[in-house]
């Protein structure tokens, strides 16, 4: 072995460990899926399950409904997440390419709105959707997961088209197109790699969403989410924690290959907006 590699051997060790430590929780809860009630009080700490068993998936997903939940799930997070990158790019297109009096101050008031807390602004949104007549619908609650300004969003379209070189928007106008046409014809699609970040980014906090899906859906239980479906675990005088163990995994592994599959995306669009 090399001395460079001697080394960097403390510094691997470190982080195996670290490595080890942080996705141990993940491997416990997907090994307790798979036991049973008594195994998993007897057998707490061991990993392999003596008689692993699919029993508690299909109690998760058809006497809990979680496959119903899922369908929910997904629906709502596709949703949301589509409707804030058309939003947040249309605001980060107009804060990073027009010349409007007060850009500074525009964006230093979007930012501080990042420390106001969700809970905060609950009560009007539900206001606002109850007298739409949205609530215990799915689409209001879309609209409440993706009515509130989305900062971190429109913060990575802004730098990104910012960093654009105005020759294009020029040449575009010397062939007569307006601000709608560049937009959708030009500058969203060269903005991929961000646009993929924030549905990412958006996707996985609607998967797990639980105030906003829980207050809007309290008259519609069937309409609940993953994150609002683990209470189907928690009786009055127990609780079942193999079926919560598996129902963990199904809400889990979804965005973990979500994520897989645009992880390049990801880096690309952060590494994009950090340049502008």
Request: some cysteine.
């Amino acid at each position: 072995m090399k001395r460079h590699d001697l080394k960097r051997l403390p510094a691997h060790l470190i982080l195996i460990v670290v490595c080890v430590a942080w996705i141990y929780p993940f491997i416990w809860m997907l090994s307790t899926s798979f036991k049973s009630s008594r195994e998993m009080f007897t057998n707490i700490l061991t990993l392999i399950p003596s008689e692993p068993s699919w029993d508690n998936y299909e109690r998760a997903w058809t006497s809990a409904k979680f496959g119903q939940f899922t369908i929910n799930t997904l629906v709502v997070a596709l949703g949301v997440a589509a409707l804030v990158v058309i939003i947040s790019s249309l605001a980060g297109y107009a804060l990073g390419r027009g010349d409007m009096p007060g850009k500074k101050v525009i964006i230093g008031v979007l930012v501080a709105t990042m420390f106001l807390p969700k809970g905060y602004t609950i009560l009007p949104t539900y206001i606002l959707i109850n007298a739409m007549g949205l609530n215990n619908t799915l689409f209001g609650v879309i609209l409440a997961e993706a009515g509130p300004a989305h900062i971190v969003a429109i913060l990575l379209f802004t730098g990104y088209f910012a960093n654009l070189p105005k020759e294009l928007e020029e040449a575009a106008m010397m062939d007569g197109a307006g601000h709608w046409r560049i937009f959708w014809r030009i500058m969203l699609p060269l903005s991929k790699p961000v646009a993929a970040t924030n549905f990412l980014f958006n996707f996985l906090n609607a998967w797990n969403a639980f105030l906003i899906p829980l207050v809007f859906t309290l008259g519609a239980p069937d309409l609940r989410t993953l994150g609002v479906g683990m209470y189907a675990f928690f009786g009055d005088n127990a609780i079942d924690w193999t079926g919560l163990a598996a129902g963990g995994v199904i809400a889990v592994l979804p965005i973990i290959v979500v994520f897989l599959f645009l992880q390049r995306y990801f880096v690309e669009g952060i590494a994009g907006a950090v340049r502008g």
